[in-house]
């Protein structure tokens, strides 16, 4: 067993190091030996640059790389397309040319990965349409009739794929490492981030078990809306490298023109649509991350079906907020507002200046006002102000990028199907409810307890924190190395820390009795808070 471990490591790293050679040598054909130099890569060079592409841009050449070097490349390439905030913009726009339709894989790969999973899969399904509805480089997707009758789709994982992703994310997070360690340069665009941040989405987005679960939450979250279809999920048929899911009879948006059913109805389509879209960000916190054309049906009956549900983002309360306010600092023209908010949700940095971020984003939205809402492109905005963030060293967290990716496809969907849609006096109304939440007596009343716990926490611990921090000082080796000039400064700077600790214990103190009184069955007072603890905390 010990002799098949170490076999199996090695041949893992053979494979490691050949996939490295290959994706340098490729990088090298494509004109960039010299970053591959600089980061002491050279010893795998081998092949020269190509004379034919060195009259393209940097941006074409690396999209070209990608392509060349396979599915996990062009799926990278279409994340790093959605992100302004960490590539220039030239590299976005050129990126956004990727297509995730691929060459299908036979029929008899199929059949193996469905004999893997059912032992025999005839017993499970009377006819497997062989021709492929849609092929991509994850996974194909075929028509099938279940023993029972039920009309189906069977999303099955290409074979190998999960052990090519794995050996290109070896060889990603490698370069990425000797990037940020060679090229100063790049290190503004947090290469290391990216490879993480790719990493998690192929986690789940190549294990169908995760996507069947998403689906059974949309399906939960929408049970009361009738005029949104969400297919069901054959739970006993899938599984980690097989989703058998009901299959949506309809037309996708994609190829609605000409094909519009009888009583179409174009701006019914849309509010439902939108309707659906915006109490996913706002109301579930949960949201399908690929909304685009090819994923929305129109069914017969006038409904709106949604397929696709392996890439969702998943929003805070806070980050839900945020979305509120950035929306509504858009509307209003407060550019302030707008800045602070993505300033406050990212990480934090020491480089930020809030207020020459507003200044910039007033420079890159001004013009746009005194323009109706719908002459402005609402989505392509959102995401130009995360490059201008990038250069103000504002982070944007992920989930926000997926938000503000899914409001450009969105909008787009929306203007396919009416000229003059509106998207951002659409968002707003659903932004000023969602603003209105936090003056709810009972958002109130659960922040209120949150805070209480939290700095009841926090009277909890200073004393043993103090307590160790006296234990460091009075050790001689800790006060050997600590040379102390201006004692009457510091002396006066203890003195106000131990009132301050000591106002921090008796407020501790009032925030522990006060939360406790929540409970109490004291007289109640405004928003159904005792009045004891209305006292307490002012």
């Known amino acids: ?52 592409l060195e009259h393209l841009s940097v941006a074409e050449r690396l999209r070209l790389a990608f392509e060349q070097l396979g599915p996990t490349f062009v799926k990278l390439g279409q994340l790093l397309a959605t992100r302004p905030d960490l590539v220039p913009k030239e590299v976005v726009e050129e990126f956004k040319r990727f297509h995730d339709q691929v060459q299908p894989i036979e029929f008899r790969a199929v059949e193996r990965v469905l004999n893997k999973a059912y032992g025999n899969y005839t017993k499970v399904f009377q006819e497997i349409n062989e021709t492929p509805l849609a092929s991509a480089s994850i996974a194909q997707v075929h028509e099938a009739t279940l023993i ?48 993480d941040e790719f990493f998690s989405t192929l986690q789940l987005e190549t294990n169908f078990i995760i996507e069947a679960n998403n689906i059974r939450r949309f399906r939960q979250n929408f ?4 005029n949104i279809k969400i297919p069901h999920v054959f739970s006993e048929f899938s599984s980690a490298e097989v989703l058998v899911m009901e299959k949506i009879e309809g037309i996708p948006l994609s190829h609605l023109e000409g094909q519009e059913p009888a009583g179409f109805q174009p701006e019914n389509v849309v509010k439902t649509g939108l309707r659906a879209f915006f109490q996913m960000v706002f109301e579930d916190r949960f949201f399908h991350g690929d909304l685009h054309a090819g994923n929305l049906f129109l069914l017969p009956d006038g409904r709106i079906g949604l397929i696709d549900f392996g890439v969702v983002g998943r929003l805070t309360e806070r980050t839900r907020d945020s979305i509120a306010d950035m929306l509504m600092g858009l509307a209003y023209e407060d550019y302030e507002l707008f800045a602070n908010t993505l300033v406050d949700i990212a990480p934090y940095s020491e480089n930020i200046d809030p207020d020459k971020f507003a200044k910039q984003l007033r420079d890159l939205i001004g013009p746009y006002f005194g323009l109706s809402f719908k002459q402005v492109n ?69 922040d209120f307890v949150q805070i209480a716990k939290d700095s009841a926490s926090l009277a909890a611990q200073l004393p043993r924190q103090l307590k160790q921090a006296l234990r460091r000082w009075n050790n001689p080796s800790y006060a050997h190395k600590i040379r102390i000039e201006g004692f009457g400064d510091l002396k006066r700077t203890i003195e ?17 009795g006060g939360s406790m009184t929540f409970s109490s069955p004291t007289a109640a007072g405004p928003f159904g808070v005792p009045w004891v603890s209305l006292i307490q905390f002012g």
């Open 1 to 52: 067993m010990a002799i098949y471990t170490v076999g199996k490591q090695l041949g893992q790293t053979i494979r490691g190091a050949a996939r490295l050679r290959k994706i340098v040598a490729v990088f090298a054909s494509h004109g960039f030996q010299n970053i591959i130099e600089r980061v002491e890569l050279g010893r795998f060079l081998f092949k020269k640059s190509d004379q034919k």
């Open 148 to 195: 029972g009758g039920h009309k189906v789709v069977i999303k099955v994982q290409r074979p190998g794929i999960t052990q090519i992703i794995e050996n290109d994310l070896n060889a990603l997070y490698t370069i990425a490492g000797l990037l940020n360690r060679y090229i100063p340069e790049i290190r503004v665009f947090n290469p290391e981030t990216i490879v």
């Open 223 to 226: 049970a009361h809306r009738p």
């Open 378 to 446: 609402l989505g392509r905005l959102l995401m130009d102000s995360t490059s201008v963030a990038a250069a103000n060293g504002v982070q944007v967290p992920s989930d926000l990028m997926l938000f503000l990716k899914s409001m450009v496809t969105v909008e787009g969907m929306g203007r396919l199907i009416i000229d003059d849609f509106d998207l951002l006096q659409s968002s707003l109304e659903f932004a000023q409810d969602i603003a209105k939440t936090r003056y709810d007596p009972e958002r109130i009343t659960k």
């Open 496 to 512: 106000t820390g131990s009132n301050l600790l000591f106002l921090s214990l008796i407020i501790g103190a009032l925030i522990v």
